[in-house]
């Protein structure tokens, strides 16, 4: 139905993405791995002598990395958040459900509009919001229902992509943040450096741990943000490719000619005819009277 890849360039070609599905065994695997390197690491440490020293625990070291800790743990409940709430907005049940579909294509198939039309206003999703614009711009041709779908398409891609954006920021400010208190610990060490001298290595090393401790912290947000920016806005390509597809199915050989000037969606038209006109038809149709 839209073809002018100019217009929408969000849409992958059909025949590259038709039968494109996302493969989670690779993350699977990936996850496994680190998972067991994370088992290695700790029994090594379990071996080594007790007489070593303490080892500090996880909040131990998290709160020797200062005050930065605190904005780097809040972008790490936005990025889980924002990664959770976006894998479900952009899966194809969420953007085209099934049973949506299957109704409007049966509606379609008798020819009802004003029930599509209605059926789509009462269903909100991101398929049913293009249906909907598409379907009240019928009496309108082929050109007004194909640009009125494709501005659509752009809002709900939009919308689609507005939170999957926050994710990339997070992977660029994380990192800086954790910059930050690098460059605090290195301040503080060097005043430690000055002041006491080597005499006390325990203040010293504090602060050459906040400097490791915060720029660490933010490398491990930052990274897995950008694999889920990444990871969902491909996502979202692909659910918005599927909407493309019904489209495409809907509205082929659509008989614009029969529904020439039909107004379904019962929205007020305020377009008219310029008020200059009608004083103009008034005036002839007054003098027309007078002469007769």
């Given amino acids: 139905m839209i073809h002018n890849p100019a217009t929408v360039t969000f849409i992958l070609p059909q025949t590259i993405m038709k039968h494109r599905r996302f493969n989670i065994r690779p993350i699977l695997f990936i996850a496994i791995l680190v998972s067991g390197m994370a088992l290695l690491s700790a029994a090594d440490g379990e071996k080594k002598d007790p007489k070593a020293g303490h080892n500090k625990t996880l909040l131990e070291t998290l709160v020797e990395g200062g005050w930065v800790m605190v904005p780097i743990g809040i972008m790490s409940i936005l990025t889980v958040y924002l990664s959770t709430d976006g894998v479900r907005n952009t899966s194809i049940k969420k953007t085209s459900p099934p049973a949506m579909e299957a109704e409007v294509k049966r509606l379609f198939l008798q020819g009802d509009y004003v029930g599509a039309y209605t059926f789509c206003r009462d269903n909100k999703s991101p398929l049913t919001n293009v249906l909907r614009v598409g379907i ?157």
């Avoid at 779908?149 to 919308?159: G, L």
């Avoid at 019962?266 to 008020?275: F, H, R, S, W």
């Fill in 136 to 292: 009240s711009l019928l009496g309108d041709g082929k050109v007004m229902v194909e640009e009125g779908m494709i501005s659509e398409m752009h809002k709900e891609s939009a919308a689609m992509s507005a939170q999957i954006n926050y994710l990339s920021v997070i992977g660029v400010v994380t990192p800086m943040i954790g910059l930050l208190g690098t460059v605090t610990g290195m301040i503080k060490a060097f005043s430690t450096l000055g002041s006491s001298g080597i005499g006390d290595p325990s203040s010293l090393s504090g602060a050459i741990g906040e400097v490791l401790v915060a720029t660490a912290s933010g490398l491990v947000i930052a990274i897995p943000a950008f694999g889920m920016f990444y990871f969902l806005r491909s996502r979202s390509t692909i659910a918005m490719h599927h909407i493309q597809d019904i489209i495409n199915q809907l509205f082929r050989k659509m008989p614009y000619e029969s529904l020439e000037g039909v107004h379904i969606s019962g929205e007020e038209i305020y377009a008219n005819i310029p008020n200059w006109l009608v004083q103009e038809q008034v005036g002839v149709e007054v003098s027309g009277e007078e002469t007769a």
